[in-house]
């Protein structure tokens, strides 16, 4: 029996993601050093909290594409929808809604005497134009709101939208935190707790005086100036010089950014979803029994908490261990790390010496880290791994060529973890090639159930899916918030809105 010297290649992983500029500062890092008392310039007092704006690009919130611009829209607008750590809808601008027994045609009321910044009232009309606006080809959420058929205001109910579905979905309203803006400018008018001013040149967020607080605190900032940046690069001074106090980033992207100085971080779940990929259409993965026994190579853990330097969540399903529908008896079944037994599942199916391919975009240090990792696990266990690292263009025209027998692959699922498009015989993202008729009854199964019944289905599919084992869910990746070190407390960001829970934010 082969020995595994784990310690040993982590630690070297460890130095090469830290030689490659993996992000510092954390919630554990020490705070700075306090000056000495030897006279000193005074540093120039920086405003007490101030976010980041590119001015030369669009505010809309379902039409912008700046990461910047759009961490401020939930200062600015409101969905009919949020949605909470756990992956649950939580009423905002919808104070009720009717689902037809089909689960095709929702009926949503909105609450009423709420007032876009600019006194307009929110009607059912603005409503439905705004979410007619998120799902055309130029809005952020055409993709999400694909089953989409239209959205209406009934004209005897000025106050109701009616969102007629081309697939039962029992949890729409998790695909509805979608900001409500009036009209298509590039700076509209909102219901959120600010508004957008401007002075000369300079742009400012101040209290929305229509908001409606709803039994909310008091408002933490009663002025948000906006730093304007053009370039990434300034952004990055910016924030490490002190002059923007906030930014949400995600650190282990395959472009991220180096922040440095002094900062605390505030990680939130996320539904970025990695995982290990096979080829059920040809080669030695073809068989379910193959695959679970490759899945043994897989140390979530370690890919987790090492590689991606606790930025994720491992996870042996394909839905957060944050939501509702994961289950700790499906997750106990999943097949897990285990290399010894690997090794004694190669020897006794006769696959020692097998030559597998597998795929990696080599632009993300952490997924190649990834990668090798779990190819050096095959590798000790009596496989030849040939661990292809490849540009985003040749590794995406590979998978579509079925060029492979494993693959590394990310995607991001909406918050009603709708499976479909990764392990549907017809999904745009089934590069396995999987096409089981019993899977795709669940997945639809799943999809439709409401609340309440929702968890018994993805029980039943995770059983086929741990049975089968078309993909290995390895983890979920984290979004984090950054802050100056001490400035600010009581963040609980989530994913979309770094400012969740402003109200209890307290500034040093």
Known sequence: MKRYHLTAFLLTLLWLLTA??????????????????????????????????YP??????????????????????????????????????????????????????????????????????AAA?????????????????????????????????????RRPNGSLP???????????????????????????????????PSWQQ???????FSSIPLHPVSRSDELIYAFDGGDVSLVDVDLMATNAMGYGGNYQTWDYPSTDFLYLGFNTQRGPCRTAQVRRALALAVDREAIASTIYASHAAASPLPVHPASPLYSREAAASAPAYAPEQLAEELEGQRLQGQTLTFLVNNE??????????????????GLTVELRQLSFEDYAAALAAGNFDLYLGETVFTADFDL??????????????????ETDGLLSAMHAAAPADKPAAAEALFARLNDQVPVVPIAFKNGSVLTQWGRLTGLSPVRGDAFCGLENWTVS
């Open 56 to 125: 030369e690009f669009s505010l809309h919130p379902t039409l912008a594409v700046n990461r910047a611009n759009l961490t401020l829209a939930p200062l600015l607008y409101e969905p009919l929808f949020r949605i909470d750590a756990s992956f649950q809808a939580q009423p905002a601008l919808c104070a009720s809604y009717t689902v037809s027994e089909d689960k095709l045609v929702w009926t949503l009321t909105l609450r009423s005497g709420v007032l876009f910044s600019d006194g307009s009232p929110l009607t059912g009309q």
């Open 214 to 220: 709803s039994g909310e605190g008091e408002l933490p």
């Open 20 to 53: 490659c500029g993996a992000p510092s500062g954390s919630l554990s890092e020490a705070p700075p050093e306090e000056p000495d008392a030897s006279p000193t310039t005074p540093e120039p007092e920086h405003p007490p909290f101030t976010l980041a704006v």
């Open 364 to 381: 993300n240090v952490s997924k190649t880290s990834a990668a090798r990792l779990i190819a050096y696990q095959l590798e000790a266990a």
């Open 174 to 208: 998790l695909l509805l935190d979608i900001p409500i803006a009036l009209g298509q400018g590039e700076r509209p008018a909102g219901t959120g707790p600010y508004m957008l001013t401007e002075r000369g040149e300079s742009l400012s967020l101040v209290p929305n």
């Open 420 to 437: 479909f498009p990764l392990l549907g015989s017809s999904g745009a993202l089934n590069y396995s090639g999987w096409r089981d008729g």
């Open 129 to 165: 134009a705004a979410l007619e606006l998120a799902r055309s080809p130029q809005g952020r959420y055409q993709q999400r709101l694909a089953d989409v058929i239209s959205v209406t205001a009934p004209a005897d109910t000025p106050n109701q939208i009616v969102i007629t579905l």
